[in-house]
């Protein structure tokens, strides 16, 4: 059972937990024991380690190619999410067997399943949430606090009234079938990070929980100062997954204990059969490497992705990427903006100011201000200088388009949201204002894509494709890790595209439609190949979607072979000339056959 980490006040009118957190800060840390987990190492290939500067983290044994298996964990807990209520068992997770549930619970109506079997092996865990599961909408609502934070404690709170274990070694395998959910002994081994969260939203918190806790049966309440801990720990440890495009959120204690985040990851991690995480790894790893996955969409600026990570995990980004000087680093095209004098270079200007506290990152909004007063930016490639406030004014500008353009396509107007965003690439691209591998354009001609392909003009929609595919890669070729997942996507999403606008335009026989037609089925082969190659490294060569790939890839080939057969002319052969009558004597090798004459 956690230890009670309510702040108190001692008879002096001293803050105990204030005191207490400075004897902890100046105490020596202690390298933490691997003991409990290292049955992992006699299963896959890792072997963990402990630092006092890193941590606990986990290390390649031996030389990983990509697409090396080096985890599977099933959830201490999970929750299907709010917006995916309906769509997803909330016991297996499977997504194919529910469209709408066959199966609730009638009592609380905030459990639905996909069978009678699920239903019945869930039960257990649910009868000891089902009370306190039928007062929270009204609970969450009257002290304004997440419904997913309540429905999380009570999902751990179920998961250890149903095992038992409170401090039992996880039991590892290599797959789904033979892995064992992680046990609440385990979640209570990771960080809460409790000093992150405002006082307030922890006293609403309790308060919420207090009356939550009542509803719970006597015999599997947990403690209040436990049930605010562990919704800490979920709320900054927890994995977002999507299932076929519906979300859940999972509790993986090992997985976020050992596999540390980096903004350039050589390992990702995935969702698959009954909540389980599978992580693999992204690219080869040598040989006692640290294996590290990323929390955020590495695609955007450096100082986005660290206020992301400090709003969600609670931590400020000190990875290899986020510590090399900007001017050094690829970061520098995320949010760049181009000279005015050269219009190639990039303004430089490094920030410094490192964020610790969520409070003052969301109250002290003039501190930015307050640092690039009187500070200049430079020109990576000429001597050009400007004050830092301007370019900060130019980037508030475009960020202010960008919002309504995006604005206009969350409210379905697709007419009207192409129009903005070709008008936002018109005024910030082609008048050299943003730097063609900045963040926002790349977003915009994302959202291009997917607006003009609905829209019927796929042939557009195919070229802002193009767009966003090279200048992923072409930013330094560091912007993003070999096979990430988004970028895998972007080519399946431009291969299917190239091959049903072949398709059409094959009808057209004239020299130009016939040019067309090859130029598309070259990308959608090409394309392809590189989509069906990411997913077999991200989700396994037998998934269902390395086999989509893989089925589309060969519906590519085929059509370009038969196209290449059909359009393929053969070319009339010389005649040769008649011998002299001083030519050489003929050869005395056997005569060739009579060639059969064409049509």
Request: aromatic content about 6%.
């Amino acid at each position: 059972m956690a230890a009670t980490t309510e702040p108190t006040v001692d008879a002096n009118g001293t803050n105990n937990s204030a005191s207490q957190a400075a004897k902890k800060k100046k105490a020596k840390k202690v390298v933490a024991d691997n003991t409990k987990y290292q049955g992992i190492e006699s299963v896959m290939p890792v072997v963990l380690k402990s630092s006092h500067a890193k941590g606990r983290h986990a290390t390649a044994a031996r030389d990983l190619p990509a697409g090396t298996l080096v985890a599977v964990e099933k959830p201490a807990a999970a929750i299907v999410r709010n917006q995916s209520f309906v769509n997803l068992c909330h016991h297996c997770f499977n997504p194919e067997k529910v469209a709408l549930p066959a199966f609730s619970c009638g009592k609380c109506k905030m459990a639905a399943y996909c069978s009678e079997k699920c239903q019945n092996e869930h039960a257990k865990e649910h009868n000891v949430q089902c009370n306190a599961l039928g007062q929270c909408n009204r609970i969450a609502t009257a002290h304004k606090v997440p419904l997913e934070d309540l429905r999380a404690v009570l999902a751990l709170i179920g998961h250890r009234a149903a095992t038992g274990d409170l401090d039992v070694d996880p039991k590892f395998a290599a797959s789904t079938a033979e892995a064992q959910p992680t046990g609440y002994g385990c979640v209570l081994d990771l960080n809460p990070n409790r000093h992150y969260i405002g006082r307030d939203a922890i006293k609403d918190l309790q308060t919420a929980l207090k009356e939550m806790l009542a509803l719970v049966p006597a015999e599997a309440r947990i403690p209040l100062s436990e049930a605010a801990e562990v919704a800490c720990i979920f709320k900054s440890n927890n994995h977002p997954l999507a299932v076929n495009n519906q979300h859940i959120l999972g509790l993986y204690p090992f997985s976020a204990l050992y596999f540390h985040h980096s903004c350039m990851p050589n390992c990702v991690y995935v969702c698959e059969d009954q909540g389980a995480l599978y992580v693999r790894t992204l690219t080869n790893v040598a040989a006692e490497s640290e294996l590290t996955i990323t929390y955020v969409e590495l695609y955007q600026p450096r100082e986005q992705r660290r206020r992301d990570l400090l709003l969600s995990r609670h931590f400020w980004c000190k990875c290899r990427r986020c510590s090399t000087p900007l001017s050094q680093s690829v970061d520098r095209f995320m949010d760049g903006i181009q000279c005015s004098e050269c219009k190639r270079g990039v303004m430089i200007f490094e920030e410094t100011k490192e964020v610790q506290d969520i409070n003052e990152l969301m109250t002290d909004i003039s501190a930015l201000d307050q640092e690039i007063q009187g500070k200049f930016a430079e020109c990576e490639t000429c001597p050009a200088k400007i004050e830092v406030t301007k370019l900060v004014d130019l980037l508030k500008a475009a960020i202010t388009d960008y919002s309504r353009a995006h604005m206009a396509l969350q409210q379905s107007d697709l007419p009207k949201a192409r129009h903005l965003m070709e008008r936002f690439v018109a005024n910030y691209e082609d008048k050299h204002i943003l730097h063609p591998s900045n963040a926002y354009l790349i977003n915009t001609y994302t959202s291009l894509s997917r607006v003009c392909n609905q829209l019927g003009d796929v042939d557009r929609a195919i070229r802002y494709t193009t767009i966003v595919v090279e200048r992923t890669l072409g930013a330094d070729g560091d912007a993003v890790p070999e096979n990430y997942p988004r970028l895998a996507e972007y080519y399946m999403t431009l291969g299917d595209m190239c091959l049903k606008q072949a398709k059409k335009k094959a009808a057209n026989r004239t020299p130009a439609g016939r040019s067309i037609t090859r130029r598309y089925l070259k990308e959608a082969k090409t394309s392809l190949e590189s989509a069906f190659k990411a997913r077999k490294v991200i989700y396994g060569e037998e998934s269902q979607k390395a086999k989509e790939a893989q089925k589309l890839l060969e519906s590519a080939k085929k059509e370009h072979d038969e196209f290449v057969k059909a359009t393929e002319k053969k070319k009339p052969k010389k005649q040769q000339p008649a011998p002299s009558s001083t030519s050489a004597a003929p050869q005395t090798s056997a005569p060739a056959a009579t060639p059969t004459t064409s049509a």
